[in-house]
């Protein structure tokens, strides 16, 4: 695929996310996606529309916005920001009613048919916790 294909498959993945159109995953996805996260590694395409499931019932208005894309080879980046409102329980953390808004980096692979295949996110989950309220952020009382 060519760099343009990769950056129009990634907005419609993001595109997919923001509807909560989980379907598309299975035809963008491979069966065998893997997600690397600071907070877990999943395995699978299903595993992999689970977590998502979790994350939008925790945070109901869940957005993600592309600021940055870049695409070389099987590989594409993106630079996104993420907002929501903390309305579930998530990974053991009640609701908190409060918002947040990340920044992050996705790196994508995908495989010989175009479909992900591996991503790896880094995207600021201590600043996520420090808003929602859970870890004191620097120079508040704990």
């Not at 950056?7 to 996310?17: C, F, G, H, I, S």
């Not at 996805?29 to 925790?58: N, R």
């Not at 916005?65 to 590989?75: C, N, P, R, S």
């Not at 920044?103 to 175009?114: E, K, L, M, Q, S």
């Amino acid at each position: 695929m060519s760099p343009e294909e990769l950056k129009a498959k990634d907005r419609r993945v993001t595109e997919a996310m923001n509807q909560r159109n989980l379907a598309v995953f299975d035809e963008v996805c491979a069966p065998d996606i893997v997600v690397h996260s600071g907070l877990m590694t999943t395995q699978g395409v299903e595993a992999y529309k689970q977590a998502l499931s979790q994350a939008f019932t925790a945070f109901p208005d869940l957005q993600f916005t592309i600021e940055d894309q870049l695409a070389e080879g099987d590989k594409s980046v993106i630079r996104f920001t993420e907002s929501g409102t903390h309305q579930g329980d998530i990974m053991g953390i009640p609701a908190t009613g409060k918002q947040y808004h990340l920044t992050g980096i996705a790196i994508v692979r995908h495989d010989p048919n175009g479909r992900t295949a591996e991503v790896w996110l880094e995207a600021d989950n201590l600043g996520m916790l420090q808003q929602l309220g859970v870890i004191p952020a620097p120079g508040q009382a704990s």
